[in-house]
């Protein structure tokens, strides 16, 4: 069955930098879109960026755009997201998510558990 | 971008109790929309997609309708495992967008 499991988060000084990973299982990952959602706490969520199945199309919020990157690796099946330049309204939960395969856009048919990120001195 | 906005925001409610939860597109979305639900500290879950199309294992008393600007879930008889946080999200162009949230809770 499909797998997504997060981790690199952490607490981490505003200005820093920190890298997520989510490590797939179960599917064949080079044939999806992924995405990055994240919840801050006690809030709603929020699309962070995308990344096409092969990674030559990358989109971002507004909200982090210029500071975070998002890229794959296939043949680990691995989804990262670099995160630089951290400001506290950065701190969320921050998950992984695969697109239903077909349409662009389309809706997020699994979730990861999400991976913390605090963003504090 | 596309604002999407869910009312009410929380709301109160008995086992056995219809519940109704509207979601608002700022333009139309024809039918590319998706609910959710989401447990405490626990990752969303899918429930319907394309405003109306039951996921596979979610119970039927799950329904989604609407197309255009308007959508509703509805949920025919509350059960305990549906005491939830409920978010709808628009997938018809980037950035996708999420309403703010409904909180169903007990009475």
């Known amino acids: 069955q499909v797998h997504l499991v997060e981790s690199g988060g952490g607490v981490v000084q505003p200005g820093r930098s920190l890298r997520l990973s989510c490590a797939a299982s179960?599917?064949?990952?080079?044939?999806?879109?992924m995405n990055w959602v994240r919840q801050a706490p006690g809030k709603g969520l929020e699309w962070v960026a995308i990344?096409?199945?092969?990674?030559?199309?990358?989109y971002y919020a507004d909200s982090v755009k210029g500071r975070f990157t998002i890229s794959r690796d296939n043949s680990n099946n691995t989804l990262y997201l670099q995160m630089n330049s951290l400001r506290a309204e950065d701190t969320a939960a921050y998950y992984c998510a695969r697109e239903l395969l077909g349409g662009i856009p389309n809706y997020f048919d699994y979730w990861g558990q999400g991976t913390l990120v605090t963003v504090s001195s | 971008d596309i604002q999407m906005t869910q009312s009410p925001s929380t709301l109160s409610a008995s086992v056995g109790d219809r519940v109704t939860i509207t979601c608002r597109a700022s333009q139309s979305l024809s039918s590319w929309l998706a609910w959710y639900q989401q447990r405490p500290g626990k990752a969303p879950k899918l429930l319907i997609y394309?405003?109306?199309g039951l996921e596979s294992g979610v119970p039927s008393r799950f329904s989604g309708s609407g197309s255009g600007t308007e959508f509703t879930l509805t949920i025919s008889s509350l059960q305990p495992d549906d005491f939830a946080t409920y978010y709808c999200?628009?997938?018809?162009?980037?950035?996708?967008?999420f309403g703010g949230g409904t909180k169903v809770g007990i009475k």
């Open positions: 179960g599917f064949t990952f080079s044939d999806y879109t």
């Open positions: 999200q628009q997938y018809d162009s980037y950035p996708l967008t």
């Open positions: 990344i096409s199945y092969d990674g030559s199309k990358k």
């Open positions: 394309k405003a109306s």
